[in-house]
């Protein structure tokens, strides 16, 4: 292998751009040339790709976004499409290429392998919810952030004895609301992978109440529904003064943390030594504390590993 190229897709984590830092010096230290491609699939079908220096990723390590641009690409779920975009990255001489994205980036990275352009994913999203690794990059970053704000309003609900339900984000995935559960000290979370019980919400809130905590903290999973009308319902039936807050947008900036600094890395690294080996079609992720690889089709075939055992620990120390 002499040329590859790396690509950052779907929605973006913090974490990208010290993974694209990795995969481009560690492409390097090997001796392969190293090609960016900008806005993921979209860019590529459109030629935008460029030689990558070890100075193309400098002062990037503690960036949130990504240096390379990012976009959701529809079109790459035609086979025609995909067959052109091989074919581009044979123009280029290209012979593997780094797919840093979640899941859908997946999908069309193990595509290309069939279609004899080697791919390897890089698990990175908020959401937690690629297969085949307990953590992506970007979720540390997203989740701290969360707390941050969480403490913020934690401060305002103590002082003015309220009750506030707090959206985060997370898609299908309740991983940022069930750990912010427990990190932030929230009184429920209502996460999609769990039918909500308004009814046992409200009896915990109220009980709180009784016990002379007047201010509560609920953290709703933006995969459950609505949280201004969680809001409503909870204020209707309790009669306590209630605010929605939604985080959005916010979750996905922000300068990375040490320990997503540190994954990136060693995920980037992986990555080029498992192209370097001849492991084409693989993820990389961690799993108990161990850098690990497997294929695409067993990891997208894995059932996401559960958090009942945190759903359990916050509402013990919730109660
Ligand atoms: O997948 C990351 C994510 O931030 C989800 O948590 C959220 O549902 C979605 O992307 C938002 O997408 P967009 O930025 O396209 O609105």
Same mark, same amino acid.
């Given at each position: 292998?002499?040329?590859? /190229? ?24 090997? #001796? ?7 806005? =993921?699939? +979209? $860019?590529? %079908? ?17 960036? &949130? ?5 990012? /976009? ?13 975009? *091989? ?22 990275? %193990?595509?290309?392998?069939?279609? #004899?352009?080697? $791919? ?9 919810? *690629? ?10 970053? +997203? ?13 305002? +609900? ?11 984000? &997370? ?18 979370? %209502? ?8 009814? @046992? ?13 007047? !201010? ?14 969680? =809001? ?17 947008? *916010? ?6 943390? +040490?320990?997503?600094?540190?994954? /990136? ?5 992986? @990555? ?9 079609? !693989? ?27 945190? @759903? ?8």
């Amino acid at each position: 292998m002499k040329r590859i /190229a790396v690509l950052t897709s779907g929605g973006d984590a913090p974490l990208m751009n010290a993974a694209l830092r990795a995969v481009v010096r560690k492409a390097i230290y090997n #001796g392969l040339d190293v090609y960016g491609i900008m806005y =993921g699939y +979209a $860019g590529l %079908l459109k030629k935008e790709i460029k030689k990558m220096e070890l100075g193309s990723v400098g002062d990037i390590i503690h960036r &949130g976004g990504t240096k390379l641009y990012t /976009a959701r690409c529809q079109e790459f779920l035609q086979p025609e499409v995909r067959a052109k975009a *091989v074919e581009i990255l044979k123009e280029y001489a290209i012979e593997g290429l780094i797919v840093i994205g979640g899941d859908g980036s997946y999908r069309g990275a %193990l595509e290309l392998t069939k279609l #004899g352009m080697p $791919g390897i994913g890089i698990p990175a999203t908020i959401d937690n919810d *690629v297969l085949g690794t307990e953590f992506s990059i970007g979720f540390d970053t +997203a989740l701290n952030t969360v707390i941050e704000a969480i403490d913020k309003i934690r401060d305002t +609900a103590m002082s003015h004895e309220r009750t506030y339900v707090i959206e985060v984000m &997370g898609r299908d995935c309740g991983d940022i609301a069930q750990w912010a559960g427990v990190a932030g000290g929230a009184e429920t979370v %209502l996460v999609p992978e769990k039918p909500i019980d308004i009814n @046992a919400t409200i009896e915990r809130i109220k009980r709180g109440h009784e016990r002379g905590k007047k !201010h509560s903290i609920i953290i709703v999973s933006e995969g459950v529904g609505n949280a201004v009308e969680i =809001g409503r319902q909870i204020k209707d039936i309790c009669g306590y003064d209630t605010r929605v807050t939604i985080l959005g947008h *916010v979750q996905r900036g922000g300068s990375p943390t +040490a320990t997503d600094r540190v994954l /990136a890395s060693r995920f980037g690294s992986r @990555a080029v030594e498992l192209l370097c080996e001849g492991k084409f079609g !693989h993820t990389v992720g961690i799993i108990k504390n161990e850098i690990v690889d497997m294929e695409f089709e067993n990891a997208l075939k894995m059932k996401k590993l559960s958090n009942s055992s945190l @759903a359990e620990l916050c509402d013990e120390l919730a109660i």
